[in-house]
C-alpha cells in the first residue's frame, strides 16, 4: 500500500464493526468516542456517556452516545445506517441495539435523526436511574475553546476499554455543522474507533459537539507512522428545543373499550406514554374514539396529566363503576415502595362526563404490601350489582415444592371507590401466574361476569405447543373453581396469542377471540389470524379461523381490544394498529375494527389512522 493511500485510509469515522477479534478498519458506523492518550474517567464523571451496541453476532458495531434526558440518548445518526452517508428512517431501528450505561443495559427503541446534521436521537426501553443527562449548549464552542471528549472507544493499548475515557483538543475551526479538533499534548490526543457520537463538553460541561472522524494517530492497530492528531466532531449546540419537543412524543399506548358517552355503542380509549414533560415529570395522556355507529370520531384528548404519571407504571381498565350507565377508565398503577419497604399499588379512576373525563381520583391504596409488578388487571361485574368491579391475578411465587401459587382478588365497585381486596381464589396446585392471561366476561349468560385465563401448557413430548383455556364462573358473592374449558388438539401458541372477550354472537354469552401471530413469510410480510371461540354456557367450542390476514399485518403492532361499536348487539374486534413512525417522531397509528355478523367476523376496515398529540 503506498504511503497516501495508508494515510486516505486512516481518515476515518470513530465507529467500527466488531468482529470476534477485532474491529474492521475504515467502517463508519458505531463506537464511542474515547481519548487514546487521555485518562480513564475518574468515577461519576462523565457518567452520562453510553456505549451502544449495534446489531448481532459478526456485525456488531459499537458506538458511544450522550445522555440527553432520563429515556433518550443523543448520537450520530451514522452508528445507524446501513452504509455511510446512508440516511437512517425515524422509527424502530433495523438492527438490534442495546445502550450501557448507569449500570444497566437497555434497549434502543426508537431513532428520530436530524435532517441537516448527523445526529440521531434514540429512545431507550426505560428512564435511565441515578445518570445526570448533559444539558446541549445554547452557543457554539469558539475557535481557540478547550473541550472534552469522551467515550469507549479503542485506547493505545486496549479494543474495546470497559470504563469511560477523555481527551483534551483545541477548538482549531467552526462551520455550521461541524467542530475541527486538535488534540492537544505531544503527541496529542485522538479520536479512536468506537468514538463516534461520544459527547464533546465545553468548559462549563455542556454539550457541544458528538465525536465524529479522524486520523486515528496512536490508536491501538494504526498505522504506527501516523502522527496526526486532528478530529472532527458534529455541533450539538442549538439542539434543546429540538430534544424538548421530541422527548415530549407520545409513544406507546395500551386500549380497552367502553361506552364511555352512554349512548348503547362502545367507543375505545387509549392510555399513551406522552413522554417527558419540560419539568423532567413523565407524562401520560389518555385518547378517546366515540363510536359514531358506522366508524369512529377523530380521538378526543380526554386528560394529560398535569404532574408525574408515568406510563410504564400504568394498566390500564374499563368499566362501568358507579353505576350511572357510562364506562369509567381506571389504571392499576405502581406506587413503588414505601419507608417500610412494601410494594405500593394504587387504583386511579377516571369518571366519564359522557363526553370527556374527569380527573384521576385516587380510589384505593394497598394498605399492606401489594405488588404492581405481580398484577394482572381486568374489569367486570361480578357481583351483578350494575357496577363494574376490578380484578387482579396475583402472582404468590414458587413454594418451597417448587409449585407456582396463583390468587384471584376482586376489588368490589361500590360507586365512589373501591372496596379492599379480596382474596376469591387461590391455585390448588401449581399455576404460573406468568403463564396466564387475564380476560373477562359473562360466559354463561346469568349476568354476572366471570373470570378467563388462557394458559401456556408448555409443549408436550413432540414438540407441540399446548394451550388451555380456564374459567372462574361468579357466584355473585365468590368465584367456582379454574374448569378447563378448552384444550388445544394441536399445536398452538400462548406466546403468538392476545386475547379478549365479548359476546361475538349475541346470545347473550360471552366468547373468546385470540389475535395470533402467523409470523413471516419468505417476503418478510407479517400474517396474523382472528381465532374465535365461541361459548355455549358451559364450555367453548374449538377456536376457528375468522380472519387471516393477507397482505402484511403486523401481530406485534396490535394492541388488542373487543365491543359492541355499532350497537348491533353483538361484539366487534378492535386493534390500535402501530402503523410506523412520522419523520418527527410521532407514532402513526391505524385503528382498525372487525364487524361480527353474528355468525362470522368481517375482515378490517381501518376507522382512523393518524398521529395523536
Known sequence: MSDSLRRRAAWTGGAAVATAAATVAGFLAAGPASAVTGAAAADGQYAYTARLDIGEGASTRACSAALVAAQWLLTSAGCFADTPGSPVPAGTPKHKATAT??????????????????????KLAQPVAGVTPVKPAVAAAAQGDVVTAAGFGRTKTAWVPGTVHTGSFDTTAVDPTTLVLKGR????????????GGPVVNASGELVGLGSRSWQAGCLGTDPAEKRNAATAVRADGLGDWIRQTVALPGDAQVASGDFNGDGKKDITALYDAGTGADGKARSSLYTWFSNGSGFSAPVKSWTS????????????????NGDGKDDVAV???????????????????????????????????????????????SGDFTGDGKDDVAVLYDRGTGSDGKATTSLFTLAGNGTGFDAPRSVWTSPGSFTWAASQLTTGDYNGDKKADIGVLYDGGTDDQG?????????????????PARTTWTSGGSFSWGASKVASGDLTGDGKDDIAVLYDRGANADGKRTTT???FVGDGTGFAAPQAAWTSTGSFSWPASR???GDYNGDGKADIGVLY?????????PVDTLFSFLSTGSSVQPPASRWSGSVG
Open 101 to 122: 450505561l448507569g449500570g444497566t443495559t437497555l434497549d434502543v427503541t426508537l431513532l428520530v435523526p436530524r435532517t441537516d446534521r448527523d445526529v440521531v436521537i434514540a
Open 185 to 196: 499534548g505531544e503527541p496529542g490526543d485522538t479520536l479512536c474507533k468506537g468514538d463516534t
Open 306 to 321: 398535569s404532574g408525574a404519571f408515568t406510563w410504564a407504571a400504568s394498566k390500564l381498565t374499563a368499566g362501568d363503576y
Open 332 to 378: 392499576f398503577y405502581n406506587g413503588g415502595k414505601d419507608a417500610q419497604g412494601n410494594n405500593e399499588s394504587l387504583l386511579y379512576t377516571f369518571d366519564s362526563t359522557g363526553s370527556a373525563f374527569a380527573p384521576p381520583r385516587n380510589t384505593w391504596t394497598s394498605g399492606g404490601s401489594f405488588s404492581w409488578g405481580a398484577s394482572k388487571v381486568a
Open 464 to 480: 407441540v405447543n399446548k394451550t388451555l383455556l380456564f374459567t372462574l364462573n361468579s357466584t355473585g358473592t365468590g368465584f367456582g
Open 530 to 532: 382472528l381465532f374465535t
Open 560 to 562: 388488542l381490544t373487543a
Open 578 to 586: 402501530g402503523a410506523g413512525t412520522a419523520a418527527d417522531g410521532r
